[in-house]
């Protein structure tokens, strides 16, 4: 009699079992960051009504990247390594601290300057998802390299969120796009 009991339950476990496990979804096309922003324009890094809901702050005129220019400081891209991050985190691994050690050195070289930290995703997940995780890694970066003795006055955080990535890339082949960009700024 006992066995008898255990067979109904059993039947419900494996049925709840293959119901519940469904595989998870890729992004669809219109989850992209170009659609949700609407003109796709790079200026427009945070479409309206996603700024509130996830703390990022909108910026202002003076703020604008355009021809080589960020606000009134020319950019110097490529003059440091990009920091690169795992899937779905912010958190620096050691490998990459170097490369923001560097950064620190590079402005305690040249007083002059600043440094523009631009966080990046990969093309999975929502673009206001991605806004906040590149604002994060952003963040996370600046933080670190104001630990080693840099002035926060002098760093800049922004966002590009999944603006230029990949899109339809595996996990595994995104890794470039999961990064934060450090330009200096003269």
């Given at each position: 009699m006992h066995h008898?009991?255990?067979?109904?339950?059993?039947?419900?476990?494996?049925?709840?079992?293959?119901?519940?496990?469904?595989?998870?979804?890729?992004?669809?096309?219109?989850?992209?960051?170009?659609?949700?922003?609407?003109?796709?324009?790079?200026?427009?890094?945070?479409?309206?009504?996603?700024?509130g809901d996830y703390g990022l702050e909108g910026r202002s005129a003076d703020d604008v990247i355009a021809n080589g220019?960020?606000?009134?400081?020319?950019?110097?891209?490529?003059?440091?390594?990009?920091?690169?991050?795992g899937f779905?985190?912010?958190?620096?691994?050691?490998?990459e601290r170097i490369k923001l050690q560097e950064a620190a050195d590079y402005l305690t070289s040249n007083p002059d300057t600043a440094l523009l930290i631009e966080g990046h995703c990969d093309w999975y997940g929502t673009a206001e998802y991605n806004l906040a995780l590149g604002d994060r890694r952003a963040?996370?970066?600046?933080?670190?390299?104001?630990?080693l003795g840099i002035d926060l006055a002098r760093i800049e955080t922004l966002s590009k969120?999944?603006?230029?990535?990949?899109?339809g890339l595996a996990k595994d082949q995104s890794f470039q796009d999961r990064r934060v960009d450090l330009i200096i700024l003269k």
């Amino acid at each position: 009699m006992h066995h008898f009991s255990t067979i109904p339950l059993l039947t419900i476990l494996t049925i709840s079992l293959i119901t519940g496990c469904t595989r998870p979804q890729s992004p669809s096309p219109s989850d992209t960051v170009s659609q949700a922003i609407g003109n796709g324009s790079d200026n427009d890094l945070i479409p309206s009504g996603i700024a509130g809901d996830y703390g990022l702050e909108g910026r202002s005129a003076d703020d604008v990247i355009a021809n080589g220019q960020y606000g009134d400081r020319t950019m110097l891209p490529n003059i440091l390594e990009p920091v690169y991050f795992g899937f779905d985190s912010s958190a620096i691994a050691p490998q990459e601290r170097i490369k923001l050690q560097e950064a620190a050195d590079y402005l305690t070289s040249n007083p002059d300057t600043a440094l523009l930290i631009e966080g990046h995703c990969d093309w999975y997940g929502t673009a206001e998802y991605n806004l906040a995780l590149g604002d994060r890694r952003a963040s996370s970066a600046s933080q670190y390299v104001e630990t080693l003795g840099i002035d926060l006055a002098r760093i800049e955080t922004l966002s590009k969120g999944s603006l230029q990535s990949i899109s339809g890339l595996a996990k595994d082949q995104s890794f470039q796009d999961r990064r934060v960009d450090l330009i200096i700024l003269k």
